[in-house]
């Protein structure tokens, strides 16, 4: 309570004792005993505020808590509230839990990041080099309007690491049999296979994600692709862009001088400009080493490791079920099988590559090969083969007839006219009443109808 305030209102009879104690809170008393003339006495104290000074039903737990947090920072609220009650007896709310965690998560995570990076060297990394042929980076590129009637198809980059040369060509998906198609064409324009292969964690690489240190699961058909190759791959740490630096800015720079201010009407014509751009490149002095690209290039072709004399077949693998219209879906787009194959409602094995989709029965089946088709360019074609519905009914022999006649037997092979007016008598209710007929000769001369 302000005692000088207060003082001065009350002499100047603006309020009184009872006012006062209303806007304070305190009796008038007390208001009275304070603020009377000759009060000495000092007012009363508000009181130390009690938030902290009371133990928190929480606290016992919270070395368990951060325990568990710096396992995994990203261990939810509601995991940790249930396994505390689960094996540590916990017995408050979700809410005490859910409000400590959210204040000790982000003090975990910088206790992380300052034990496992030097505070002074954040946002740096160590530039390294290579030997010719010993390293390339692949990457993928988005490319947005510049295809006439596709909105959007994907640039495929492999940068050779000691000279820079990169080989690009543009595709309509990004599936497994797609990308290590583009591997092999990336081959043939170098004429070799670098010894390692820089990659992120796409899906076509990795087999799934795994936590930092772990040692990182490859996908099968990538492990059997290198193998064939005899490459190594060498995939990146989580959120290190960095690591693959140098095909990124190539992506960048084929976007810029091949791709920007032009439109194309296919993926060859794409191709094509990519393919007049490069001599050009090859003739300029790279800023960083400080050399021509193309005479580096040499150095880097020359020690590249031999293409095999025989491809590696990259497919996808998946089964379907075929549909009474004996065609198979996949990605969308139908596919035909022969009707004297197969029936409705069977699985087929369908092995999908770069450039064809098989359709194969079952092992059990025999696996008997059923159809090979082009692989469609855009989802939701149809790919058929008219032969393969050879001996179904295709209505050719429908007819129908207006009068309800059979053929005249006098006129063979032709039906009769129909009779309009006696279509319109049929279609009465009445026409339907039984009617009595007797011969003409029951009816004599006078005898009246």
């Not at 009181?47 to 016992?60: A, H, L, M, S």
């Not at 292969?197 to 492990?223: C, F, M, Q, S, W």
């Not at 029965?361 to 393969?388: C, M, Y």
Request: hydrophobic share 40%; glycine share 10%; with cysteine.
């Amino acid at each position: 309570m302000d005692i000088r305030k207060y003082r001065g209102l009350l002499e100047a009879g603006t309020v009184t004792y009872a006012d006062i104690a209303a806007e304070t809170g305190l009796d008038w008393r007390t208001v009275k005993k304070y603020l009377a003339e000759d009060a000495e006495v000092a007012p009363p104290s508000a009181g130390t505020p009690r938030k902290g000074t009371q133990p928190r039903v929480i606290d016992p737990f919270t070395p368990v808590i951060d325990a568990w947090l710096r396992t995994d920072a990203r261990l939810r609220a509601s995991v940790i509230h249930e396994r505390l009650a689960d094996e540590h007896g916990f017995t408050g709310n979700y809410q005490r839990v859910k409000m400590y965690v959210a204040e000790a998560r982000p003090r975990i995570r910088r206790e992380l990041e300052e034990r496992e990076d030097n505070p002074a060297g954040r946002g740096l990394h160590r530039r390294f080099e290579v030997l010719p042929g010993a390293q390339a980076q692949v990457d993928w590129g988005e490319e947005r309007g510049v295809l006439l009637g596709i909105p959007v198809v994907y640039s495929f980059h492999m940068t050779l690491s000691y000279s820079r040369e990169t080989f690009c060509c543009y595709v309509a998906r990004t599936d497994l049999a797609t990308f290590f198609g583009c591997h092999i064409r990336a081959f043939g324009y170098f004429g070799g296979v670098p010894g390692t292969i820089v990659y992120d964690r796409a899906k076509t690489v990795v087999k799934r994600h795994v936590r930092p240190r772990e040692a990182v699961p490859l996908h099968p058909e990538a492990v059997a692709f290198a193998g064939h190759y005899g490459f190594g791959i060498d995939v990146l740490a989580a959120y290190r862009p960095t690591g693959k630096g140098r095909v990124e800015r190539s992506v960048e720079i084929v976007r810029s001088h091949v791709l920007d201010g032009r439109a194309f009407g296919s993926l060859e014509e794409m191709d094509a400009a990519f393919a007049h751009w490069a001599p050009l490149r090859a003739r300029q002095v790279h800023r960083t080493h400080g050399e021509v690209i193309g005479d580096r290039a040499e150095k880097d072709r020359a020690a590249l490791r031999p293409v095999p004399a025989q491809p590696y077949f990259v497919a996808e693998q998946h089964l379907r079920r075929v549909g009474k219209d004996c065609l198979v879906s996949f990605e969308r787009s139908m596919y035909s099988v022969p009707a004297w194959l197969v029936r409705p409602g069977q699985y087929v094995h369908v092995r999908a590559g770069d450039r064809q989709v098989a359709v194969r029965t079952l092992p059990a089946g025999g696996g008997g090969l059923l159809a090979v088709h082009p692989r469609a360019r855009q989802r939701g074609s149809w790919i058929v083969d008219e032969a393969h519905w050879d001996g179904l009914p295709d209505g050719h022999t429908r007819a129908v007839t207006a009068g309800g006649h059979g053929p005249d037997p006098a006129r063979p092979g032709r039906g009769r006219a129909p009779d309009a007016l006696g279509m319109l008598l049929a279609a009465h209710p009445d026409a339907a009443a039984p009617v009595a007929r007797r011969p003409l000769s029951d009816y004599g001369p006078g005898t009246p109808a």
